[in-house]
């Protein structure tokens, strides 16, 4: 009987390490997606400041001279507008793209099964 208490104790334990580890590793590639994703809305927020400088500058200048110059910075603030819209695109995606942490919790699921000896129930 003690032996049999040992195996299941010994046998728990390492379970409970790999449901650690899984979980670890699933965090770990979560984050780097958000973070991937997180750094291009960062990104797209300094473009959609950056148009607001140069609009603001340009309708200034337009203003103020009545010149050509000032549809110089028009044309940089469409360009700098282009780039944000690029970068939240493209952050917006891989923000969707991060899958979370499935399969920790697909195991997490069996492992009451598991304890009580029905592990058919967890096809």
């Known amino acids: 009987m003690g032996a049999l208490v040992a195996e299941v104790t010994r046998d728990l334990s390492t379970l409970v390490r790999q449901e650690i580890a899984l979980a670890k590793a699933e965090a770990t590639e979560s984050a780097k997606g958000a973070g991937r994703g997180a750094g291009m809305l960062a990104g797209a927020g300094y473009g959609a400041g950056m148009v607001l400088l140069f609009l603001s500058l340009a309708l ?5 001279t009545a010149l050509g110059l000032g ?3 028009v044309v940089v603030a469409v360009v700098w507008a282009v780039v944000a819209a690029v970068l939240a695109l493209v952050g917006r995606r891989e923000l969707r793209r991060t899958p979370g942490m499935s399969q920790t919790a697909d195991s997490l ?3 009451p099964h598991a304890l009580q000896g029905h592990e058919e129930k967890n096809r």
């Open 109 to 111: 699921r069996k492992i």
């Open 71 to 73: 549809w110089a910075a």
């Open 60 to 64: 200034w200048w337009a203003l103020g």
